[in-house]
């Protein structure tokens, strides 16, 4: 950590109106937690930090700090533009604390719900129902939890080893079940969760389908899409000249991961200028100075086996940019990863009743993320759209107090086991073998 977390401290002025609180769309309290800080009671600022944010170790290292908190802080408006790095801050308070966060499970209330998807928004769910006596149980398609968190973005800024800290003291000690590799919507479904008792599901399934190009060359060998590169890099062959099409935070992180795979040369294309990388302004710092190069006003037309071809694109008076017709260029490169966006898959939609989506196949919910069919909600990108890790946090937090009431206003369930009163047989292990007659 290049910062020293004291001086850093020090340097905050615990502003009565704190702009970088107001910059924080979680609202951390920033100042009180500083001042605690400072004041000797970490434990406290630990507390306040995880009660208001479950994903606040993640937060601390992977939220675009610059347009939030550190980018709000008054201290910018001085003329040493010195901000307080309160990212160093929380990464150091919350990794702390975290080895002290060893308490069990909460009292249960006899409640059951799902969470579909262990991304920020499932996970955060999860734990906020968890903790106020509900029984939950969280299925995941993949074969770990984090979503996004572990599968998108890469290692090198997001190590595992934080997902696996938060599964074990936020999950396995508080009594959460984890069901992996099971994607609701294939063999179990919507209604399936429903017969078995969760009272209410909560779907954060995020936004997991690279959207194509629709241009010649994207099924060719060489061709990965940003998302499914991501999520498992070594796994493709992409020689040592790659070509990323997009300038997105994900088309920077294909781009470095490439860099961190042996790729020789990196150019990321976008068919715009300068202007509109959307990428944070640190991505974009950290990619040059890794040496990926940018070739922008070009707009893919075909991947080759050896390469990608590119018309020239203008801009016009009114901003927008078109193609120059005959200005094709050849660009030779081995492998390229295509990174334009996500959008979202619909095997989930297509098994479930009553749940309705909008033109973009983004689940339709009320303010509280009630969806269209009682007892489901949903939150995170899939309702959304592509956005943050933080802001998938902000909107389960809502969603959790909607789903709390909701299930508070069921009527008792006092339907009785029809199997309450059947013979109990109990088998003990050596019997079976014994019967068998095993020959080993
Ligand atoms: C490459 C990349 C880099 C990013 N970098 C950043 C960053 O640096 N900072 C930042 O704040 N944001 C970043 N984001 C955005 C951020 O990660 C997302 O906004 C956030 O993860 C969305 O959270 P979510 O819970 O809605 O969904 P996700 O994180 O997408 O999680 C959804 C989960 O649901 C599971 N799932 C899907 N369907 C089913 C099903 N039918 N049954 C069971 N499980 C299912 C998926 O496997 C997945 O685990 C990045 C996104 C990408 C793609
Ligand atoms: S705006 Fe900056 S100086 Fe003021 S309380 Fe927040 S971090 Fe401290």
Known sequence: MALHVLDEANRCLGCKKPMCQQGCPISTNIPEVIRLLKAGEMDKAGRMLFENNPLTTVCSLVCDHEKQCEGHCIRNRMPSHDPVHFS??????????????????APKNGMRAAIIGSGPAGLT??????RWGYDITIFEARDKIGGVMRYGI????????????FQYRHLELKGIKVRTNTEIGRTLTI?????????????GAGLWKANAMHIKGESLGNVAFGIDYLANSKAFRLGDNVAVIGVGNSAMDCARTAIRNGARHV??????DE??????????????????????CKAPVEIRDDGLICRDTVKGEDGRFTQVEGSEKFYAHTGVII???????????????????NQKGLLT????GRTTRPGVFAGGDAVKGARTVVEAVAMAKDVAVAMDEYMKSLPADDAADPYANIPVFDTPTSDVLGEQDLKI
Do not use: H, W
């Open 267 to 272: 150019t990321c294309y976008a068919r715009r």
């Open 365 to 368: 919910v009320d303010p509280s």
């Open 275 to 296: 202007s509109c990388i959307s990428a944070s302004a640190y991505e974009v710092s950290y990619a040059k100075l890794e040496g990926v190069g940018f070739r922008f």
């Open 88 to 105: 160093v801050i929380e990464n150091y308070i919350s990794t702390t604390y975290a080895n002290k966060m060893v308490a069990g499970p």
């Open 125 to 130: 769910i999860a734990v906020l129902l968890a």
């Open 154 to 165: 890469p290692n090198y800024r997001l190590p595992d080893s934080v997902l696996d800290d």
């Open 339 to 357: 990174s334009v966006s996500q959008g979202s898959e619909s095997s989930l939609i297509q098994t479930t009743t009553g749940i309705d989506t």
């Open 191 to 203: 209604d399936d969760l429903f017969r078995d008792g969760y009272k209410s599901i909560f779907i």
